[in-house]
């Protein structure tokens, strides 16, 4: 079984400021590792995800995370945000059940 | 093409009633998910069925809780005798098949509300 822990629950940030979104996930086998967004009263959409190969993989509006396989992380981070990125953002893995299991999520607020 | 659509949108119950919330997949998706995502918690597995294979209950938290899908198309999920702490938004996903590169498709959720 997998495991997801999200360490912020809320962030707000300022626009055109940095955000960095923490992703902490435990597996006793090999994940793959995504990003979801749900922005107000829409579905959630993916925002990128990782299968293998090079660990820094870039996703839709400028988001790009890392994974650490030796800090079992997987965080999620945007040089500059816009207004329309205030939404709920979920770190989520799966195994080789090919059953996804999220973490509880992070609220991002960003302010003019 | 259609997304994953899901009705109805919101449905108030009373405790102790059945509901039926469905499911429409995207065309030729054969793997079929149902989540739910209580307030303030992530998503939490219930179920997924893939083609004719029998389906993964494991997730599904009593026997009250039943799903059905038809072929690879629609699918429904009934809630039996309806308890207050059922109240959460209960997610429908779809993909092309149970395999870890294939993306699963969310559909916008139904909001279950138990009085």
């Known amino acids: 079984a997998q495991s997801v822990t999200q360490l912020d629950s809320q962030v707000p940030v300022f626009e055109e400021a940095p955000v960095e979104l923490r992703c902490n996930y435990s597996?006793?086998?090999?994940?793959?590792l995504f990003w979801y967004v749900q922005y107000p009263n829409q579905g959630l959409q993916l925002l990128l995800k990782?299968?293998?190969?090079?660990?820094l993989v870039k996703g839709i509006n400028g988001f790009e995370a890392e994974f650490n396989k030796s800090q079992t992380s997987f965080h999620l981070r945007k040089p500059s945000v816009h207004i329309s990125d205030t939404a709920e953002y979920f770190c989520a893995v799966m195994g080789n059940d090919y059953k996804l299991s999220f973490g509880a999520g992070t609220t991002v607020t960003v302010r003019a | 093409g259609a997304g994953v659509s899901q009705s109805p949108s919101n449905k108030v119950t009373e405790k102790g009633k059945d509901v039926e919330l469905r499911c429409d997949p995207i065309?030729?998706?054969?793997?079929l998910y149902w989540y739910r995502q209580r307030l303030g918690q992530g998503l939490e597995f219930l179920i997924y069925?893939?083609?004719?294979?029998?389906?993964?209950k494991s997730g599904l938290p009593s026997d009250r809780f039943s799903a059905e899908r038809t072929g690879e198309s629609v699918s429904t999920l009934t809630i039996q005798r309806t308890q207050q702490e059922d109240s959460a938004v209960y997610l429908c996903?779809?993909?092309?098949?149970?395999?870890?590169?294939?993306?699963?498709?969310f559909g916008p959720g139904t909001r279950l509300t138990v009085l």
């Open positions: 069925f893939q083609g004719n294979s029998a389906p993964d």
């Open positions: 065309s030729g998706h054969t793997a």
């Open positions: 990782y299968l293998s190969g090079s660990t």
């Open positions: 597996s006793s086998v090999s994940v793959y």
């Open positions: 996903a779809s993909s092309r098949r149970t395999s870890g590169n294939n993306e699963q498709f």
